[in-house]
């Protein structure tokens, strides 16, 4: 039965591919010496597990099974599978709230605020300078050029450029910077913060919004005054209460040379590495003026009306992560277009933005997808395991509860007794469990998104549909202990 589940699981993980820039499959195949590893792992198993009951039933006790009691050695052992199923308990819980936090998370990640948009606008990078291009100046005039052949394409509205890939490429620190006229904790004016350079056309691309000031234009080229753009977190830290436009900040170029930038724009803060991190000090910087070889362009095409939550970001990364046969033409359109302007410049990838930025969500995705699987298994594993020991019960104090109800005891009193005894078992497990959950939340919380690692709706929902499974699973030998026939229980006996 294992080798066809097997090979079905391997054929499900093999279809999987991640949506990434760069194409990547899983190539996974059933290897014969891994299964002969598990066949032995589970043969040993079930020996030594199963030899252990078999060694006990050998030293049966013949007196005090006349007597109707149970020996020290039968509470050690009814204590034993107590235990085990108890953790069994723990371990679902543990694995169904954790399952039940990522899966909360990617509903939060729906609807935050990314600052920019990402549906509608295509993604091709290039690097110039592996293109042949050797100086800055011949780069900037390829960056220029595409941009024109871009805008040419049918149905594009807006074309932009930077170094960086919003919650792909991770961080990028501008180094040392100073603010003249800021304070900071340590009394000196240093500033850290995150950068990109970008092309004028970057922030109608990407919809980030220019909230105060100017954005770039076409004059801020090398041998202007270099100008800066900024964040509004940013502004709001350094010049609270204060028009930051015309501010300076000083960047330390090399040990001997410093660059001073002028700040022209104010822009509405905006993710850049994690969808989950806290509002960062960024700027922008003109690409013109500190120049990038490798860049990625951004081609917003005319579309459906676009949204700056992650929601339309999130619905995609859940379906096939293909590019649909509209995105394809696009995207072929694009790279005809590298063609024409120069057909010796290699195109390092193309992509829709959407399908670029779904690594943002991948470990919640995958984290909630495996702790589901796992944590289904664990419930089923611990409902079997309590149906088993309430049943046992039931068997072994057939004679007392024949008794119970010969002495005037009521089916409903017998039902409640059973299922008080699972219910016991079952309530030790899952305070262990949750607690197991409250650490592993501390663990996992720099992957969660706009919930708290202990969240209550996780945590109650993981509780309630393990005490609900539990329930079914104790009700059926409960419900046949409150069925028994008193008398002919006895004359079994």
Excluded: C
Aim: aromatic fraction near 6%.
């Amino acid at each position: 039965v294992s080798i066809p589940i097997t090979a079905a699981l391997v054929g499900l993980l093999s279809s999987f591919q991640p949506s990434l820039p760069v194409p990547v499959a899983l190539e996974l195949a059933i290897n014969p010496r891994v299964m002969g590893f598990a066949f032995l792992l589970a043969t040993l198993t079930s020996l030594v597990f199963g030899l252990l009951p078999a060694l006990q039933a050998t030293r049966f006790e013949l007196a005090p099974a006349l007597h109707g009691h149970g020996s020290t050695t039968d509470r050690r052992r009814a204590w034993l599978r107590q235990g085990l199923v108890a953790a069994q308990v723990a371990m679902a819980l543990l694995l169904l709230v954790s399952a039940g936090l990522f899966l909360r998370s990617l509903q939060e990640a729906a609807t935050t605020d990314l600052g920019f948009t990402v549906d509608n606008v295509d993604t091709i990078q290039i690097n110039t300078r592996v293109g042949g291009y050797r100086t800055d100046a011949d780069g900037m005039r390829a960056i220029d050029g595409l941009t024109d052949r871009f805008r040419a394409v049918p149905g594009v509205t807006a074309v932009g450029a930077s170094r960086m890939i919003p919650l792909f490429s991770g961080r990028l620190g501008l180094g040392a910077l100073r603010a003249p006229g800021y304070a900071g904790p340590d009394g000196t004016d240093g500033v850290q913060a995150d950068w990109d350079t970008v092309t004028p056309g970057y922030f109608d691309a990407l919809d980030v919004r220019v909230v105060q000031g100017r954005g770039f234009t076409e004059r801020d080229r090398e041998g202007s005054t270099p100008v800066a753009m900024i964040n509004e977190t940013m502004a709001a830290r350094l010049w609270p209460g204060a028009n930051p436009i015309g501010r300076q900040l000083i960047q330390q170029v090399t040990r001997t040379e410093e660059r001073t930038l002028e700040i022209v724009g104010i822009t509405r803060t905006a993710k850049s590495a994690s969808i989950s991190e806290a509002p960062q000090n960024f700027i922008y910087v003109p690409i013109a003026q500190q120049f990038s070889s490798e860049v990625t362009f951004f081609v917003r095409h005319a579309g459906l009306a676009a949204s700056s939550d992650a929601g339309e970001l999130e619905s995609r990364a859940a379906g096939p992560l293909a590019s649909s046969g509209r995105s394809g033409s696009r995207l072929a359109e694009l790279r005809q277009a590298v063609v024409a302007f120069d057909p010796n410049l290699p195109v390092v990838y193309t992509q829709t933005f959407e399908q670029a930025t779904t690594m943002a969500l991948l470990p919640q995705r995958l984290a909630a997808w495996i702790a589901t699987s796992v944590g289904t298994i664990g419930l089923l594993l611990a409902a079997l395991g309590l149906y088993g020991i309430t049943a046992f019960s039931v068997a072994q104090r057939a004679r007392e509860i024949a008794l119970r109800m010969a002495l005037g005891a009521t089916r409903e009193s017998v039902l409640a007794l059973v299922l008080r005894q699972a219910a016991r078992l079952a309530l030790v497990g899952a305070v262990i469990g949750l607690a197991l959950a409250a650490g592993v939340g501390q663990l996992v919380a720099g992957l969660l998104v706009g919930i708290g690692s202990i969240d209550p709706l996780a945590f109650g929902v993981a509780t309630v549909v393990l005490t609900l499974v539990l329930f079914v699973a104790t009700w059926v030998p409960a419900r046949r202990a409150a069925a028994m026939d008193p008398m002919r229980a006895l004359r079994a006996e």
